[in-house]
């Protein structure tokens, strides 16, 4: 991926380093993704809580290694019953996995090389195969989409996507346990339209090649597969029509059922004795002692629905069959939230225990005839994944919503696994303390408040205990406001209050000190039509005095007196289609709603809103007039953000996500006369993976920042051409919201799977000019820097936390390096009397590079003096201006940076 950026630089507000000798190279400099992958990205967290999980599987014969699939977390392993975990799928094109299955390489594998022993075999083939199936199959309306199937063969070292790419969402696969080459894969298919690449798929030579051994119509997918594990041949398929629109959601259809072969997929049967006629998602297992004993929760609404929060079925429920699935019984009646449940699993020893999943765990020791709560009330709610140990079944870990929690006592007591940062963030906000704290909402977790470093206390790096460097742990983080958590904001007078909000518009004052909180929602009169508020519905503080919130539902709402007081300043901004506004549930469906709400930076009352359904307005004078000025070729698409320029009064972003209505195409436009005209410039950003929000930063009009459902792409020109500025350290995963923060110049992004992170010292792309990159060597202007002592950590005496490192302490040094000519760099830092005081080195890599200077001198500066203690503090180096010289071969920069009091 590469980008020619624009030649017409801006002037940078800080003093530009002297050029001491610069040999100008081509007037453009082409940019790799290689050349930022130097990039340090630093996670922040939090890790209190977890993010969706989707399936698990423990390692054959070794229950102490399990594996964690997250809805968009990616793939995790930990080989010691959840001390520490790993990640095992950060670099692929997706992060949203459905399925997991892991298997033994036998000794006469037809995969082995010749460099690897047959006598080594046993012990290397061990966990060696890997399958994974992309795209969770929950069918939520914030569920991301896969891109096939992949394969490890080392034990998730490397991955091969070997295909099924349209599939987009693998509930579930299984593996013959006589082959790993042979895998059958549930692919449920699109969740927001219709393709022929759904259905039950079998490969019998490692992915190479595949048959469609099971396929109904387009609209109807495999929703679960389970093989009889005496007698792989036998194969229950379970099949499930949905859709998903912006404003609806059917699940079940009159195609579904379950699904019988007892030949490997060559020949099948429905199972119909004693099963409903129409079924919606069904959830299977098959008993490992006894395999003729299956059962299943079935959706059925035969008889008519139920509502949201009943969790009987007047037609499905929970069915049994003894004998191989030739007939089946109605145990019970219960299925909580079928369509984003339908979870079953037997006990490893006894088949009258049986787990049903839904928005706890529920319990049946009678063989599913009747159910108990209270087992796993203690958990988050909303439970989706469950492993017994096949062994041991008092060893049980379940999947949730919040996270993986591990029981040893069949649970009476459990564990909670939350040390990897993988919550699921909608939005963030930042504010302006020291340090600066951020907030933000994630996906059933409700919303929080964090520092982003630590300015008291760092442990450093432990090689010999393997620990890293430490700032944060979870004990930093402090919880805000409950459900699902969107956007947040602090408020500019008061430190102690924040504003956060549940589904629907719950806009709530928070009082961080006395716990107070206040609900602000603006609600109709009796009789008036009620307000329609997005499930994700946006607001924010004003960053224009006297400081209003504004709130958007139908129409926008400006709240004063810190939301006491509130007034609709606009009509309704959407299309108001009667038959597509309200849905039953849970607000997800709610339509004809604005989702997107920006204020100009350089004009108060120039506000711009963007809609579900695809309408963008603007008004210059506080809400007393609105203009429409949609793109024509918005296309109806949800305007996932608009972006006032910090730059031009007329000029405004707009980015539209079409994955509603399975137009996965990315969409960025620019305005630069208030909306009369509108330019896309999407370029060559992925085209299967939509635009989440477009950011301009706030020193560069030129510079762009981008977040997409896989990942972040910044762009120099503005938008001729994008770049994905991952590094080696984030990994990929959906970017929803990013802030530049106006002070420290960092760039902080919140992930919908990795939790939060931050691009520290990010000022240097303000200054990436095209001039700048075309220099062999370029210096970027540094950050003032000031001393400060750290107190020591003390009860970190464990691995199994969360650690997150601080902000790099000192004066960051950040440099270009046009191209590799085999010269080493090095960095002399100089007193206001031209004295030598450190002596650095940095990577002559081509690209962005970086050295941190800890503001200490060489050792035999550290004279102490004045006050300094050397024995009990680190010696840094005294206020004043010092000169920084930066050589490579010939070519040399120098800039000045200063140590503060």
Not at 24 to 34: A, D, F, G, H, Y
Not at 325 to 342: D, L, M, V
Not at 472 to 492: A, E, K, S
Request: with cysteine; aromatic share 10%.
């Amino acid at each position: 991926m590469r980008c020619v950026y624009s030649r017409e630089p801006m002037a940078s507000k800080k003093a530009a380093p002297k050029e001491v000798a610069s040999t100008q190279t081509s007037p453009t400099r082409v940019l790799t993704e290689n050349d930022l992958k130097r990039l340090p990205w630093r996670s922040v967290g939090p890790a209190v809580m977890g993010g969706r999980i989707s399936d698990m599987c423990f390692a054959p014969g070794n229950p102490k290694t399990f594996f964690v699939a997250y809805a968009t977390s990616g793939l995790w392993r930990s080989k010691n019953h959840g001390v520490t975990f790993e990640s095992l799928f950060d670099k692929e094109e997706t992060c949203a996995i459905g399925a997991i299955a892991v298997c033994d390489a036998p000794t006469d594998w037809e995969g082995w090389t010749s460099d690897i022993k047959k006598a080594d075999r046993l012990e290397k083939g061990k966990e060696r195969i890997i399958w994974v199936g992309t795209g969770e199959g929950n069918g939520r309306n914030s569920s991301s989409w896969g891109n096939g199937v992949y394969r490890s063969t080392d034990s998730g070292k490397t991955w091969t996507n070997v295909g099924l790419k349209d599939t987009h969402d693998i509930p579930r696969l299984v593996v013959d346990h006589r082959n790993p080459d042979v895998c059958y894969v549930a692919a449920l298919g699109h969740l927001w339209g219709y393709n022929q690449e759904r259905g039950l798929f079998k490969t019998s030579d490692g992915g190479k090649t595949w048959d469609k051994v099971l396929y109904l119509d387009e609209k109807t997918g495999c929703c679960d597969v389970a093989l009889d594990p005496k007698n792989p041949d036998t194969i229950y398929a379970a099949f499930y029509e949905r859709i998903r629109s912006s404003y609806s959601f059917k699940s079940g259809g009159k195609k579904g059922g379950i699904y019988k072969s007892t030949d490997g997929g060559k020949t099948w049967k429905q199972l119909t004795k004693g099963l409903p006629k129409n079924t919606g998602r069904i959830g299977l297992d098959v008993f490992i002692q006894d395999t003729q004993k299956l059962i299943a929760v079935v959706e059925a609404t035969d008889g008519g629905a139920n509502s949201i929060r009943d969790d009987r079925m007047r037609g499905g429920g929970v069915f049994r069959s003894d004998d191989g699935g030739e007939s089946w019984r109605r145990c019970s009646h219960r299925s909580p939230r079928a369509f984003y449940f339908s979870k079953i699993k037997f006990d490893s020893q006894d088949d009258n225990r049986v787990y049903m999943l839904g928005w706890t765990t529920e319990v049946s020791d009678d063989g599913g005839e009747t159910f108990r709560g209270g087992w796993g009330d203690l958990l988050h709610a909303d439970h989706h994944a469950i492993i017994v140990n096949p062994t041991d079944p008092t060893h049980i870990i379940v999947g949730t919503d919040g996270g993986a929690y591990l029981t040893f006592d069949k649970g009476e007591n459990w564990d909670f696994l939350n040390t990897i940062a993988v919550g699921q963030f909608y939005n963030i906000a930042i504010d302006n303390s020291e340090p600066y704290r951020i907030s933000g909402g994630l996906q059933d977790n409700g919303s929080w408040v964090w520092p982003s470093t630590n300015f008291v206390r760092e442990a450093e790096e432990d090689k010999a205990c393997r620990t890293p460097a430490t700032g944060l742990t979870n004990g930093d983080i402090d919880f805000i406001l409950w459900g699902d958590g969107f956007h947040t904001d602090f408020d500019p007078e008061d430190e102690n209050i924040v504003y956060a909000e549940w589904q629907g518009g719950n806009l709530t004052r928070v009082n961080l000190k006395t716990g107070e909180r206040r609900w602000l929602i603006p609600e109709a009169r009796e009789g008036q039509p009620k307000h329609r508020f997005n499930w994700n519905a946006p607001f924010f503080v004003s960053q224009h005095k006297p400081h209003a919130i504004y709130l958007g539902g139908n129409m926008v709402f400006k709240l004063t007196n810190k939301g006491d007081n509130w007034e609709a300043i606009s009509p309704d901004l959407t299309t108001a289609d009667g038959s597509k506004m309200v849905a039953a549930g849970s607000n997800a469906e709610n339509f004809c709603t604005l989702v997107s709400l920006a204020e100009s930076p350089i004009k108060a009352g120039l506000l711009w809103s963007g809609s579900d359904d695809g309408l963008v307005h603007v008004t210059q004078n506080d809400g007393k007039s609105w203009e429409n000025v949609t793109p024509k070729d918005a296309g109806g698409r949800y305007v996932s953000r608009v972006e006032a320029s910090h730059f031009k009064e007329s000029r405004c972003y707009a980015t539209f996500d079409g994955h509603r209505m399975d137009d996965m195409t990315p969409c960025i436009m620019v305005t630069n006369d208030f909306g009369k005209t509108w330019r896309e410039i999407s370029s060559n950003l992925p085209q299967s993976h939509s635009v989440m929000l477009v950011r301009e930063d706030d020193a560069n009009e030129n510079v762009l920042y981008c977040g997409t459902e896989s990942g972040m792409y910044v762009s120099l020109n503005q938008g001729e051409t994008w770049v994905r500025m991952h590094g080696k350290g984030l990994p990929t995963v959906p970017v929803y919201d990013i802030k530049q923060h106006k002070r420290e110049r960092d760039l902080v992004i919140a992930t919908h799977g990795r939790s939060v992170w931050v691009l520290d010292n990010a000022n240097w792309l303000g200054d990436a000019t095209a001039e700048n990159l075309a220099k062999p060597l370029h210096l970027f202007s540094s950050k003032p820097g000031k001393s400060r002592q750290f107190l020591h950590y003390n009860g970190l005496w464990s691995h199994k936390m969360f650690r997150a490192k601080n902000a790099p302490f000192g004066i960051v040094i950040d440099y270009w390096v046009n191209e590799y000519t085999g010269d080493e760099v090095s960095c002399v830092i100089e007193n206001e009397k031209g004295v030598t005081v450190k002596k650095l080195s940095g990577s002559n890599a081509p690209g962005y590079n970086r050295i941190v200077w800890n503001m200490e001198p060489d050792d035999w500066h550290k004279l102490a003096d004045k006050s300094e203690e050397m024995m009990m503090n680190k010696w840094h180096c005294r206020p004043g201006t010092y000169k920084i010289k930066l050589k490579m071969g010939d070519h040399t920069q120098e800039g000045t940076v200063t140590i503060l009091e």
